[in-house]
């Protein structure tokens, strides 16, 4: 299985902050790498598929860049309810895999 | 606009059989366009694909659990369901249902049911 390292696993910020997440894969997946939110309590959310492209609907201060085995979110200006924990998804190889995650808090 | 529902027993003991199934709306599983799938997320920890099927009932499942997994369709319904047998505690999480986009590489899971909590204990 490919192996998605997330970093950090934690951080806490201020509203209005930049938020910068890392996602690592343990082998070259080209661009198929895929973000999700999960609000507390909530089911995950697709957020950015193939690395760079914002769902339908999901607000611009949220965007994704990468490929190869490097990769990187960022939230532009955070706000209150993206409060959440942040999943990176290769698309790759079977099986496909999750990051740890990356909980997002306020300070 | 697609919706997903899990519906099942939300305890069961150990060695037994896990049952759930998703209920579709808003979408035909039947479209093609998709794979349907389980993912589950044991509490506080992260994210695990189980396995996915197609309209025609063809099956994909994670290593690790391919000999305890069974995912089928059923186009009539509109649902697609999962048995997991032999179950532990270690079986214990949410499972959601989630809809995969068929696209390049395997896709990804553009929609979501609610989780449904499975607790594995006598």
């Known amino acids: 299985d490919i192996q998605m390292t997330q970093s950090p696993s934690s951080l806490s910020t201020s509203v209005g902050d930049r938020v910068t997440i890392t996602c690592q894969a343990s082998q070259d997946i080209s661009n198929y790498l895929n973000w999700y939110q999960q609000r507390p309590g909530k089911a995950p959310k697709l957020l950015i598929y193939?690395?760079?492209n914002l769902e339908t609907g999901v607000p611009s201060r949220f965007s994704g860049s990468g490929s190869g085995t490097e990769f990187t979110f960022i939230i532009s200006s955070l706000q209150p309810e993206d409060i959440a924990t942040y999943y990176c998804q290769q698309s790759d190889n079977f099986p496909p895999t999750f990051g740890g995650g990356t909980k997002v808090e306020i300070k | 606009q697609v919706q997903l529902q899990e519906s099942g027993p939300g305890l069961v003991k150990p060695s037994q059989t896990l049952f759930l199934t998703c209920t579709v709306s808003?979408?035909?599983?039947?479209?093609?366009?998709?794979?349907w799938n389980w993912i589950r997320q044991p509490a506080g920890k992260g994210l695990e694909w189980i396995g996915r099927?197609?309209?025609?009932?063809?099956?994909k499942y994670t290593p690790s659990l391919q000999s305890r997994v069974t995912i089928s369709v059923d186009t009539s319904k509109n649902q697609f369901s999962l048995k997991l047998t032999f179950v532990t505690a270690a079986d214990t999480a949410v499972y959601y249902c989630?809809?995969?986009?068929?696209?390049?590489?395997?896709?990804?899971?553009?929609?979501w049911g609610q989780g449904a909590l499975v607790t594995v204990s006598s």
């Open positions: 808003g979408d035909s599983i039947s479209s093609g366009s998709y794979y």
């Open positions: 989630a809809r995969g986009l068929m696209v390049r590489g395997l896709g990804w899971f553009d929609a």
């Open positions: 099927v197609y309209t025609s009932g063809s099956t």
């Open positions: 193939e690395a760079s």
